[in-house]
């Protein structure tokens, strides 16, 4: 049970800015920046690679959507989204979602810090990765 199962249940209030009957979409509780919405499955899975094939089409048939109503409300004109999978890489409820996050040009929204790194034997890493592709 996690908090955003006690909204899909009604339990608690959330600030909703769409939903069908796959997906709900409401304003985070402390933003990153003004207009920082969540986009959540109505499936109750942890993480992006638990969710069905068919739930995952019905976040990623609404979610340009989304984006381009963040920018015509906010005027923001960049955004990040961010999906963040297991406590190591900041998940903090564990119901799968994804942060529509606006990007002023003052700065307020998403901070990064890219720590970037060299390939190495990628050839090998990918066919892998390819090869553990269900
Ligand atoms: P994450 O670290 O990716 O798990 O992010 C969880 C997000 O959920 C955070 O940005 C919180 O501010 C947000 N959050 C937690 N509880 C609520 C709530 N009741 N309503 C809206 N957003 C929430």
Request: overall charge negative.
């Amino acid at each position: 049970m996690t908090i955003f199962s006690a909204i899909l249940d009604g339990k608690i209030p959330c600030h909703r800015v769409y939903e069908d009957d796959h997906v709900l979409a409401f304003l985070d509780v402390s933003p990153l920046s003004r207009g920082h919405t969540l986009v959540i499955p109505k499936e109750r899975v942890a993480t992006m690679g638990e969710l069905s094939d068919d739930a995952a089409a019905a976040i990623g048939r609404v979610l340009p959507r989304l984006c381009r109503a963040l920018v015509r409300a906010t005027g923001c004109t960049d955004y990040n989204l961010l999906q963040n999978n297991g406590e190591a890489a900041h998940q903090a409820v564990m119901h799968v979602h994804i942060h529509i996050i606006p990007k002023y040009l003052d700065a307020d929204g998403l901070g990064l810090q890219w720590n970037v790194g060299t390939l190495d034997e990628p050839e090998a890493l990918a066919g892998t990765i390819a090869k553990a592709i269900e």
